[in-house]
């Protein structure tokens, strides 16, 4: 995200989760009408699509987006309090909870793409090609260096399912070190410390140039990665700019934004980082191989 859009002039750097509340509460205070504050993951970030649909949306709009890049549980806690207008997570789960909770008032099916399980080439605990919950049983039963993101994300919610389904709590383990960062700095970590770790795959790719860790296990339909768009509730939370995020919501869901995330990647990566999902039945796109 370019500086521009960070009123904080924190530009790319992710934000620890210490940060994010301290953030909301200043963007809040200085929240107008012309602005729309937008929680969504550092995924979206670390991918660099928000570095594209930002100027486009407030070029179209006449909004000026500010965002807070944190795991989709920070987002939705934001959301809760009332600090962000609009939401974009992919944590479905605690997506559905928040919207029976009454604080959401709008949500849609915006794109996916997937996880994968990361970790040095020479695998020192053979998970390639194995299925996700297998592999995490090898990491733990051979006491393998993993790094997780500990940060109540999307992504740590999916890899607490996993460790649950393969029967290890890795919580206290030598072996386990959670990093409290971003999607970007725990890669990053991972990397130097040549160990595993659970990451989607956009800002894998985005970042492969400068990492040595290989994908070893993905493919598995557990590893779906489905992102959605939430309005707050302005019922709930009167203070939230309603029509700014309803703009956004529309926007995200539009063909032409649409258009831009289905071929956003495929020239630098030949693979889009994202597939454009707005008007389709998700329990479709689960089911699909």
Same mark, same amino acid.
């Given at each position: ?8 002039? !924190?530009?790319? /750097? ?10 909301? =509460? +200043? ?11 937008? =929680?969504?993951?550092? /995924? ?13 949306? *407030? ?5 000026? +987006? ?5 795991? &989709? ?20 789960? #605690? *997506?559905?909870?928040? !919207? ?52 109540? /994300? ?8 996993? $460790? ?10 030598? $072996?386990?070190? *959670? /990093? ?19 990451? #989607?795959?956009?800002?894998? +790719?985005?970042?492969?140039? &400068?990492? @040595?860790?290989?994908? %070893? ?5 557990? %590893? ?18 309603? *029509?700014? =995020? ?5 926007? !995200? ?14 020239? @630098? ?10 008007? @389709? ?9």
């Amino acid at each position: 995200m370019s500086r521009r859009h960070n009123c904080l002039g !924190m530009g790319r /750097s992710l934000l620890p989760v210490a940060l994010a509340a301290l953030l909301a =509460a +200043l963007l809040t205070a200085c929240r107008g009408r012309d602005t729309v504050i937008l =929680a969504t993951t550092t /995924s979206t970030q670390d991918s660099g699509l928000l570095d594209v649909l930002v100027p486009m949306f *407030e070029k179209k709009t006449g909004y000026r +987006l500010k965002v807070v890049a944190v795991g &989709s549980g920070q987002a939705l806690a934001m959301g809760r309090r009332g600090d962000a207008d609009v939401i974009l997570a992919h944590s479905p789960r #605690d *997506e559905k909870q928040f !919207m029976a909770e009454g604080h959401g008032s709008d949500r849609r099916l915006v794109m996916h793409n997937d996880f994968v399980i990361v970790g040095p080439a020479d695998d020192p605990a053979g998970i390639a090609g194995q299925d996700p919950v297998q592999a995490l049983r090898r990491i733990a039963s051979r006491g393998s260096l993993f790094v997780s993101r500990g940060d109540d /994300s999307g992504t740590h919610r999916l890899e607490t399912q996993l $460790w649950q389904a393969a029967g290890v709590a890795p919580a206290g383990q030598p $072996w386990y070190q *959670e /990093s409290g960062q971003g999607m970007g700095a725990t890669l990053t970590i991972a990397d130097q410390k040549d160990a595993y770790t659970i990451c #989607d795959r956009a800002t894998y +790719l985005a970042l492969q140039r &400068s990492l @040595r860790l290989a994908v %070893l296990v993905e493919g598995d339909r557990r %590893l779906y990665n489905v992102y959605h768009v939430i309005q707050v509730s302005p019922q709930r939370h009167p203070g939230v700019n309603a *029509e700014g =995020a309803r703009a956004f919501v529309e926007f !995200m869901v539009a063909p032409e934004t649409q258009a831009v995330i289905a071929r956003f990647g495929v020239d @630098r990566y030949g693979q889009p980082l994202f597939y454009a999902d707005a008007g @389709r039945d998700e329990r479709e796109l689960i089911s699909s191989p």
